[in-house]
């Protein structure tokens, strides 16, 4: 399952989670792919993603994807 909202100009991928036993297929990554290109069919000039900070494969997905880590 993923949730992405827009407010605005702006897109937040607010959740991304998939089952245990589905893990490692690549879901996430095709899940974030879509939540970027409702992002842009939107008009979203930024998309912000939260994560649990000891979510290290998320962590590592977002930045692979180009998402850049920023102090709240």
Do not use: Y
Request: a positive charge; hydrophobic letters at 45%; proline letters at 3%.
């Amino acid at each position: 399952m993923s949730a992405t909202s827009v407010h605005q100009d702006e897109a937040f991928s607010e959740m991304t989670g998939v089952l245990a036993p589905h893990r490692g297929k690549g879901l996430s990554l095709a899940l974030k792919l879509l939540a970027i290109r409702f992002a842009r069919a939107a008009g979203c000039q930024r998309l912000v993603a939260f994560h649990h900070p000891e979510n290290h494969t998320a962590i590592a997905m977002n930045r692979r994807l180009g998402f850049v880590d920023q102090a709240r």
